[in-house]
């Protein structure tokens, strides 16, 4: 049996409150009152977790497969884009065996919606929601999170062959 783990990172600033963004992470919609900034739905749980699983396919990251560049990807779900990272890790013959993301926000408090980020997450994926991690953090007022000027994620993930 062959093993293999990922590291995945990413990070949006917010977006101005005019912008109406949503404020998307691990795929739910987090009542907020502003969402982050970005090509996409800008979630940056499912962005590190994707990148997670491209790294430990060793196929490159979310910005080769897609690109910021593409008009197709504008506002796109990026559930929607975690499904497709599944089915290539299927493709090429591996399976997820455990992920865990931790994101860091001065706010909004998460804990309320990190079981649902996990459902969410774990169905996109094709796994049981045992196998997905989320936890929240803040950083203490320090930093560009901790000024409230975006939020950060990490997520690592195992996954096997055979």
């Known amino acids: 049996m062959?093993?293999?783990m990922g590291h995945g990172f990413d990070v949006h600033a917010?977006?101005?409150p005019e912008d109406g963004r949503p404020l998307m992470l691990g795929?739910?919609?987090?009542p907020h009152d502003r969402g982050l900034a970005g090509h996409s739905d800008a979630d940056v749980v499912i962005h590190a977790l994707m990148d997670a699983l491209l790294g430990a396919?060793?196929?490159g990251d979310i910005g080769q497969l897609f690109p910021d560049t593409d008009p197709a990807y504008a506002g796109a779900d990026s559930r929607g884009l975690l499904r497709r990272v599944a089915l290539l890790v299927r493709e090429e013959g591996w399976h997820v065996v455990d992920a865990d993301c931790t994101i860091a926000a001065q706010a909004p408090?998460?804990?309320?919606?990190r079981d649902a980020m996990r459902v969410t997450m774990a169905e996109a994926l094709g796994v049981p929601v045992e196998h997905v991690?989320?936890?929240?953090?803040?950083?203490e007022c320090l930093g560009f999170v901790g000024r409230e000027e975006g939020?950060?994620?990490w997520a690592v993930c195992l996954l096997r062959r055979g």
Do not use: C, D, E
């Open 2 to 4: 062959q093993l293999r």
């Open 14 to 16: 917010f977006a101005a």
């Open 27 to 30: 795929g739910v919609s987090v």
């Open 57 to 59: 396919l060793r196929q």
């Open 109 to 113: 408090k998460l804990a309320p919606y």
């Open 133 to 139: 991690g989320v936890k929240a953090t803040t950083t």
């Open 151 to 153: 939020i950060a994620a």
